[in-house]
Structure formats: structure tokens, C-alpha cells
């Protein structure tokens, strides 16, 4: 099994940062590819950004695309999402999950999820 841990979410005033981390347990963390999905109120959920296993290919929704960087570190068991330039549009909890898949852009393609971090954007 794995668990996962997002951490890094919070207010932010629209043009500004924020820095998620998904902390992840087991040896197998890289074995897997990762991603990262919001879901806003109201609505379902999206997908927004996915790293292979190896970390050598991103792949990023279009309203993201420019302005958040996925990365991970598998010496560290931790999945980043650096997100720049924010709109009020950017205003979701955040999931991190993993999936055993080589290229997984589908909620159902993911086995793990983590519990989810809350990010706002004043304007």
C-alpha cells in the first residue's frame, strides 16, 4: 500500500505562489507516476498535472500549463507542485495520487490518493 500526505496549501493573494508537497510511504514510491488533481466547490474533479516515473515527462492541463511546475524527488518519497501566477479560478482542495500507469491523465487510472489541501485565491 501507499500513503499520501499533501502539505503546503493556503491563502494567497492572485500573481502570488504557492508550493505543494505530497509526502508519500513505501519503498515502492518510485515505481510509480504521480499527479496531482483539484476539485473547486461545486464541481468534480480535474485533472491538472502528472510526472513519470522517472520524472523525465510532465504533462499539464491547458488552464495550468505555463504557470505550474510538477516535480518529484524519489530519494525524498515527495511529489512537488509549484504553482505560479494565480488566479481566483485556482481555488480547489488539492489531491496528490499515484498510479501504476506510464502516462495516467485519468482519475481511475490512479490507485492512491492523498487526503487533500485547501488553496485559495484572494483577488
Known amino acids: 500500500q501507499v500513503q499520501l500526505v499533501e502539505s503546503g496549501g493556503g491563502l494567497v493573494q492572485a500573481g502570488g505562489s504557492l508550493r505543494l508537497s505530497c509526502a508519500a510511504s513505501?519503498?515502492?514510491?518510485?515505481?510509480?507516476?504521480m499527479g496531482w488533481f483539484r476539485q473547486a466547490p461545486g464541481k468534480e474533479r480535474e485533472f491538472v498535472a502528472a510526472?513519470?516515473?522517472?520524472?523525465?515527462?510532465?504533462y499539464y492541463a491547458d488552464s495550468v500549463k505555463g504557470r505550474f511546475t510538477i516535480s518529484r524527488d524519489n530519494a525524498k518519497n515527495t511529489v512537488y507542485l509549484q504553482m505560479n501566477a494565480m488566479k481566483p479560478e485556482d481555488t480547489a482542495v488539492y489531491y496528490c495520487?499515484?498510479?501504476?500507469?506510464?502516462?495516467?491523465?485519468?482519475?481511475?487510472?490512479?490507485?492512491?490518493w492523498g487526503q487533500g489541501t485547501q488553496v485559495t485565491v484572494s483577488s
Open positions: 513505501g519503498r515502492t514510491f518510485s515505481s510509480y507516476a
Open positions: 495520487a499515484a498510479s501504476p500507469v506510464w502516462i495516467p491523465l485519468r482519475s481511475y487510472e490512479y490507485d492512491y
Open positions: 510526472i513519470r516515473w522517472s520524472g523525465g515527462s510532465t
